[in-house]
């Protein structure tokens, strides 16, 4: 997996992904504390004519003068979420995103996931988008810090969250008005796709379904945008 940019490089050796090799632009600005954190965290690096970089990104030149170039994306499980709010003694906060199939909308709600404190996002593994080069370098180095369940039906993934007495809302236009609802204890929230929205059996096993209030002419929001509002309402509302 590539992995360029500025943020995304940095987050990635924060957060710990395995790097086999840092390749870093000859003469490039700002560039010593990249430099300084692969000698800490024992990447192997080399410094190399643009050229170099240019060939070798995945997104139009778009590198910044920095590429790594790591193992594939590492998969958590529901059990590894899970454990990661217990260990904070925190109510789970879990984004199920059902059936997005646009890397930039995956790469967005991660960035937003991360920046909300949300413990991890579960996607299937069929008819959707995998962690892939471009999801990554959308969410701007959050990739490394969420973590990421692909499961092989949703359906039974929010059966057994169910089971163990976690709250599960779906995002839809005929839903209640998320404002007027209250989104207590351990939660997880149904993303639908970009063009469908949430599955009418998924939508049945849900305890509620949620609307955002829409004004306008076009009512219609991105997947990443409604995963915003509705992640930071829980968030608002467990600040109270």
Not at 139 to 168: C, E, M, P, W, Y
Not at 184 to 198: K, L, N, P, T, Y
Request: glycine share 8%; aromatic share 4%; with cysteine.
């Amino acid at each position: 997996m590539i992995i360029e940019g500025k943020n995304p490089v940095k987050e990635a050796l924060v957060g710990g992904v395995t790097i086999s090799k840092l390749y870093i632009q000859k003469n490039h600005h700002d560039t010593d504390k990249i430099i300084n954190l692969a000698k800490e965290k024992g990447v192997r690096f080399s410094i190399v004519e643009k050229s170099v970089l240019d060939k070798m990104s995945e997104s139009g030149g778009r590198h910044q003068g920095l590429i790594a170039v790591s193992e594939s994306f590492k998969y958590s499980s529901i059990e590894d979420i899970i454990n990661a709010a217990r260990e904070k003694s925190e109510s789970l906060l879990l984004l199920i995103l059902d059936g997005i199939e646009d890397p930039h909308n995956l790469g967005s709600i991660m960035r937003v996931a991360e920046c909300a404190g949300v413990h991890g996002i579960v996607i299937p593994k069929r008819r959707s988008v995998s962690v892939n080069d471009t999801v990554v370098k959308v969410s701007s180095g959050a990739s490394s810090h969420v973590k990421v369940a692909q499961v092989t039906n949703i359906n039974d993934t929010i059966r057994a969250l169910k089971d163990d007495f976690v709250n599960v809302y779906c995002t839809d236009m005929d839903g209640d008005n998320i404002y007027e609802s209250r989104l207590e204890g351990d939660v997880a929230i149904v993303i639908g796709s970009e063009g469908f929205g949430v599955k009418s059996l998924t939508r049945k096993l849900c305890d509620k379904a949620l609307s955002i209030p829409q004004y306008g002419k076009i009512n219609s929001l991105n997947a990443s945008v409604a995963t915003g509002i509705v992640v930071y309402e829980v968030v608002r509302q467990r600040l109270l």
